[in-house]
């Protein structure tokens, strides 16, 4: 165990429907990070949240919408997503000032839409 | 540009040889590198890491070599077992904070 929990751990969903993905960390870390893992790519850096701030968004489109509400929890939460948009979704956190950028992950959230 | 690359997607060891992954990265303000292990169904998950001003660093049974004439980057894995079998990723900072760019990955199958 990192100290970083996702939820879902799967998540089937029509290009219609609504869903959220929730992440959590207990290391007492003040930055989280959305990535997403397609097959055979880099990991994608989505979205960073700095002491509860949004500090980089990086073109994501709108259909995938985060939530930092404290330095525990991320959100991502997602609405009318196309099918090129399954994939793993990972969390990961770190401590920020550190200034050595280890990051800790969590499982990811494996998501499929139909 | 910022790329993170790797020289062979699949790497086939027996068990008990050393392993060496090599990465390329083409950022030279990046200061900090790192690699990490994802197995099967779970999340990228820590080994080493290394800063700009140390060309070798040492773990339990890992190694990591930075080569900053030539941006390369390696792990060596001493006597691999079969729980080091995994996909490895390398990454490095681009010179910023709070940031990684990671490279596609590293398949290592430990043969019995």
């Known amino acids: 165990e990192t100290g970083v929990t996702q939820t879902p751990r799967h998540l089937v969903m029509g290009m219609t429907n609504k869903k959220s993905l929730k992440c959590e960390q207990h290391?007492?870390?003040?930055?989280m990070y959305w990535y997403k893992q397609s097959a055979k790519k880099p990991l994608e850096l989505m979205f960073v949240y700095s002491l509860e701030e949004r500090v980089e968004n990086n073109s994501v489109p709108s259909r995938f919408s985060p939530e930092c509400p404290n330095s525990s929890h991320l959100f991502l939460h997602l609405h009318t997503l196309q099918p090129e948009d399954s994939a793993l979704y990972l969390c990961?956190?770190?401590?920020?000032?550190?200034?050595?950028?280890?990051?800790?992950f969590g499982p990811g959230t494996r998501l499929t839409v139909l | 540009g910022e790329s993170v690359g790797l020289h062979l997607p699949t790497l086939s060891v027996q068990e008990g040889d050393n392993s060496i992954i090599n990465c390329a990265y083409s950022?030279?303000?990046?200061?900090?590198f790192i690699w990490y292990k994802q197995e099967s169904g779970k999340g990228p998950q820590f080994i080493i890491d290394?800063?700009?001003?140390?060309d070798k660093r040492q773990g339990q049974r890992v190694t990591v070599l930075l080569n900053k004439t030539v941006k390369h980057l390696s792990l060596q894995i001493a006597a691999t077992q079969p729980g080091d079998s995994a996909v490895y990723f390398c990454?490095?900072?681009?010179?910023?904070?709070?940031?990684?760019?990671f490279g596609t990955g590293t398949l290592l199958a430990v043969q019995p």
């Open positions: 290391l007492g870390h003040n930055a």
């Open positions: 950022n030279s303000a990046s200061d900090y």
């Open positions: 990454a490095e900072n681009g010179g910023a904070t709070n940031k990684l760019i």
């Open positions: 990961a956190s770190s401590l920020r000032g550190r200034g050595g950028n280890e990051q800790f």
């Open positions: 290394i800063r700009s001003n140390m």
